[in-house]
């Protein structure tokens, strides 16, 4: 089936170590993007990413990293730079055609706790 | 990305026509107006989207005024598996457009 997978579905870190999170699509799309959301908000922009090896910021990218070196993968690095890490972050991706962005799909997300 | 604002909660009942509405009276002419919802711990899901005519798929009807500052998604018959959080977007087409959502407003149905 095609789809966007993000795993796992819960991770436990304790404070101080960096734990990076597995996003991967098969729907061939250009843009993948990671979400944070804590409860009772909105989903923030961390990163974005249009094309292989290359990637923006989004609107909270402070102590997080990622990398784009294939197409169908994004990890999200959380560092230990991350003041308050515990959330659950969503993956997404999106095809790029003529110009126009299409919807975005999105995984089922991982619930990480830092203890 | 223009910003859009959504009221923080409504309700209906069962069966009844759910109308959410949203403003987004910065958006700009290459912009289109997505909407998404999520259920309780779980991915957002696309709905529909439209750039300045009212659109209908088997899930929903997007209303766009003429002016394009304010739309309305519209539940036709809606029921308890719509309780969700509803997120109205506006996006351009541009290489670099973020994907950037708001708190949505909290529709819940009732029986």
């Known amino acids: 089936d095609g789809g966007i997978t993000q795993s796992p579905k819960y991770l436990f870190r304790k404070e101080g170590q960096n734990v990076t999170l597995s996003c991967e699509q098969n729907l061939n799309h250009d843009a993948m993007y990671w979400y944070r959301q804590d409860p009772g908000q909105g989903l923030r922009l961390i990163y974005y990413?249009?094309?292989?090896?290359?990637?923006q910021k989004g609107d909270i990218a402070e102590g997080y990293s990622v990398s784009r070196e294939k197409k169908e993968s994004f990890p999200l690095t959380v560092t230990s730079a991350q003041k308050n890490p515990t959330a659950f972050y969503l993956c997404a991706s999106s095809a790029f055609k003529a110009l126009m962005n299409t919807e975005a799909f999105f995984g089922q997300g991982t619930r990480l706790t830092v203890v | 990305d223009a910003k859009t604002t959504q009221p923080t909660s409504m309700d209906c009942a069962e069966g009844r026509a759910a109308n959410l509405p949203c403003n987004h009276s910065?958006?700009?002419?290459?912009?289109?107006v997505y909407w998404y919802r999520q259920i309780h711990s779980q991915g957002p899901q696309y709905i529909i989207h439209?750039?300045?005519n009212n659109e209908t798929n088997e899930m929903a009807s997007l209303i766009i005024t003429e002016d394009r500052k304010s739309s309305t998604l519209i539940l036709p018959h809606a029921t308890l598996r719509d309780t969700a959080v509803y997120y109205c977007?506006?996006?351009?087409?541009?290489?670099?457009?973020?994907?950037?959502f708001g708190k949505g407003i909290t529709l819940s149905v009732r029986p």
């Open positions: 977007i506006v996006r351009s087409t541009g290489a670099n457009s973020k994907l950037t």
């Open positions: 439209g750039l300045k």
């Open positions: 990413s249009q094309i292989v090896n290359d990637f």
């Open positions: 910065t958006i700009s002419g290459n912009e289109y």
